[in-house]
């Protein structure tokens, strides 16, 4: 607990002067009378004697917690800080079916550049960060925010087959640049993780990436994969684990159009970068992580619970009291 205004509590140093005048009317000249033994009337003292005697009292502890509740007694409840520029992020992960492919052992493609986005956010400080997902669709699954918890758990409830299938590059880029146009961060990315080639979407990656490098928001495309490719499995609920194949019976393997994926990260001031396993998807991240450093300048703040009203109730009941006990039962008559 600290005090706001601590200067108000010099006037308790006042409080024992305040008492002394305050003490019994008695005591400041009313009338008396001469008795020649005043031992004998300290065997008659009575309760009411003893309470006038206390009397003011309640008025001097009610000065004291008024003093007190000026002096703005709060509490601590937690620092909040806020940052004033730097680097806004937006995720862009790819959730399309090819996603499962397995050539990420012991995972697959999406489980580990999920995890490898978990890691990336729980290093992440000071920047605010965005995650859209994509496939036959793109959307936003969370605005930018400097609540990196919020971010795990809206990312962890990502999954392949919650948006219709395909790979819209071009609107999930449009989406992420849309996050970011009205950011006033001095730098502002987004990071697209995709295995795929365009093949849906009203916007082609080409053209979204000329629109995103005009409002200043620099791509870096992140492709993932094996050189060799990999099959696709597809659970199915009767026959259990199966692979996609193609009209010919050959199996089906999923391909990656790098030379659009450079083009867009060129256009737009970024670079492309390829990961052909776990590592070096994680790798990449650090590095992009490392080039665009956070430059963020935080003002602080904090938040207070205020307790004066704590001590302004009780400070009232005391003087009410006072009032109603010398005006009734302790009232003096000179």
Known sequence: MEFADPWWLVLLLALPIVGWLLRRPGDHGSGGMLYPNVWALRKHVTLRMLAARGLPWLTVIALALLIVAMARPRRLDEVVQVSSEGIDIVLALDVSGSMRAEDFQP?????????????????????????????????????LTLDYDMVQ???????????????????????????????????????LLTDGVNNTGAIDPVT????????????????????EGARIPIDDPVFGRNYARNPDGSFQRSDMDEETLRRVAELSGGEYFRAADPQTLRDIYERIRAMEKSRFETTEYRR???????????????????ALLANTWLRKIP
């Open 153 to 191: 758990r809206l990312l962890g409830q990502v999954q392949i087959g919650m948006i219709e299938d395909g790979t819209a590059i071009g609107m999930a880029i449009a989406t992420a640049a849309a996050r970011l146009e009205l950011s006033d961060a001095d730098s502002r990315v987004i990071i």
């Open 107 to 143: 995972h697959n493609r999406f489980m580990v550049a999920q995890d490898v986005l978990h890691r990336f956010i729980d290093g992440s400080d000071g920047d605010r960060l965005a995650l859209v997902v994509f496939a036959g669709k793109a959307f936003t699954q969370c605005p």
């Open 304 to 322: 207070y619970q205020e307790l004066a009203g704590t001590l302004i109730w009780p400070a009232v009941v005391l003087l009410a009291l006072q």
């Open 208 to 227: 979204a990436a000329k629109a995103a490098g005009a409002i200043g928001v620099k791509i870096y495309a992140v492709g993932v994969g094996s050189d």
